[in-house]
């Protein structure tokens, strides 16, 4: 079989999708009218043009999958016509079959093009790893999966700048932050947010028994000026003095900078750099990133199911993927899928299978939206 022949939508999603794509060329002739009168204010010009770009990249495929609509019309009627003429009927069925599978090629990108997409995908992102459930285990754990996800985000050819990291007795990770940017870094990495459990013999364990720890996973869309307004009256800002365990440049002057957001009550802690400067600008960064979340989390809360704030306790019960050591094996319980080459993974490899696989049941639960709105 042709490899590259394209899969056949289903009738009844080609007939809902008839519907969208009537409605965007219904629209574009509206805006592109509109665009067109001289008595248009500056104001519903701006707003029509953006609609326009908004619609361009759809309306290209519609036209272009009419004007193949129309030439597979002409062919039917060409074949009915010229039934006895056998080399006509041979050039004509061959030239149907081609025009046939572009249609399908279109309807399929025209399809993916109308299921529902979180604007939030091609953001940068905050990466925030907390130790649960587990003692010294679970920050040593939390060093080992934010590790995970800077070489991953290495292999990816993103940026991965640590924003804070607060250390455990054993040089583990009480709890660590990053700032991961590069091309559609949310949209790949948002479905790591939740619980992460491990299994292994801890190296403070002397009779070799197994422990089960947890540590928590959020991922923050990073957020532009835009979308948050920052207003220096809803800001409180103190400085004190970096040290203690988790201090990495330990000194003697006022780096450390805590931002408190008065109004949400929100408040974060950096004290990662030499400069109290650039600890101001990373604890905004910060700042911004979880208060767009949560704006973003109070207008989706009805249709968002995987969000920051479900990531819950650090129990050990709540867990969205195990990794056991001793038998070489991380599985993600949301989608049954076990990989058995752990080290793989730890060394941000093996990520793509579940990745990939979550993105796949993202996009078939969207189709199976898609079915049902009708």
Sequence with gaps: MDMDVQPQLLPNIIRIMEHRLSAIEYRTAFLQNLVNQTEASPAEYARANKELRKLSSSMDLITHLRSKQKEINGLRSLLAECSED????????????????????????????????????????????????????????????????????????????????????????????????????????????GIHRVQ??????????????????????????????????????????????????????????????????????????????MNKAKALKVLCAKLYEMERSRIQINRSKLRSEQIGSGDRSERIRTYNFPQGRVTDHRVSITCHAINDVMLGDGLDVFIDALLLQQEMDAIADFSSSQ
Aim: glycine share 6%; net charge negative; charged share 30%.
């Design 200 to 277: 292994r013999v801890p190296v403070t364990e002397k009779s070799g028994r197994v422990h089960t720890s947890a540590v928590s996973v959020a991922i923050l869309p990073q957020a532009d000026e835009v979308d948050v307004q920052l207003r220096n009256e809803d800001l409180r800002i103190d400085t004190y003095r970096s040290g203690g365990s988790g201090g990495q440049h330990a000194n003697t002057t006022n780096s450390a900078v805590r931002i408190t957001h008065i109004p949400s009550g929100m408040t974060v802690a950096i004290q990662d750099e030499r400069s109290q400067h």
């Design 86 to 193: 056998k080399d006509m009927v041979n050039m004509a069925t061959e030239e149907l079959d081609e025009a046939m599978e572009e249609e399908r090629r279109l309807h399929n990108l025209l399809f993916k093009s109308l299921l529902p997409k979180d604007d939030a995908d091609e953001r940068d992102c905050i990466l925030e790893v907390r130790a649960g459930t587990g003692g010294e285990e679970a920050s040593l754990f939390a060093m080992d999966v934010f590790k995970m996800y800077e070489k991953y985000s290495l292999k990816k050819g993103w940026k991965f700048e640590v924003v804070d990291v607060t250390e455990s007795d054993l040089k583990g990770y009480k709890e660590a932050s990053a700032a991961i940017s590069g091309a559609d870094v949310y949209g790949k990495l948002k479905f790591e947010s």
